[in-house]
């Protein structure tokens, strides 16, 4: 079992920034590829970005490539979202998820790859 927490959600203003930080626990963390999902309100949950274990290989969705950066601090079971340039349509729940890919290159953009999900955490981009 893995137990993933979000934190760093909140309300801020178009153009701003928020960084959401997800730690995990219960399992070798280096074991996991892990990714950023969001979903919003009557929507479904969808992709936004993913990192290889060793920070090496990363994914984005188009809708945010240039804007957020993900990147993991192993030392500390940590994987992180910058998000930057903030616009009202990236308001939603934001998830953390972890798939078990080892030390593998890939990076799962589908929900259904992912093993471990966390509670989620609202962002809220007011215009």
């Known amino acids: 079992q893995v137990q993933l927490v979000e934190s760093g959600g909140g309300l801020v203003q178009a153009g701003g920034s928020l960084r959401l930080s997800c730690a995990a626990s219960?399992?070798?963390?280096?074991?996991?590829?892990m990714g950023w999902f969001r979903q919003a309100p009557g929507k479904e949950r969808e992709f936004v970005a993913a990192?290889?274990?060793?920070?090496?290989?990363?994914a984005y969705a188009d809708s945010v490539k240039g804007r957020f950066t993900i990147s993991r601090d192993n030392a500390k079971n940590t994987v992180y979202l910058q998000m930057n340039s903030l616009k009202p349509e990236d308001t939603a729940v934001y998830y953390c998820?972890?798939?078990?890919?080892?030390?593998?290159?890939?990076?799962?953009?589908?929900?259904?790859?992912?093993?471990?999900w966390g509670q989620g955490t609202q962002v809220t981009v007011s215009s």
């Open positions: 990192i290889t274990w060793s920070g090496s290989n990363t």
């Open positions: 219960g399992q070798t963390f280096n074991d996991y590829t």
């Open positions: 998820a972890a798939a078990k890919y080892g030390r593998s290159w890939r990076v799962p953009t589908v929900p259904t790859l992912y093993n471990y």
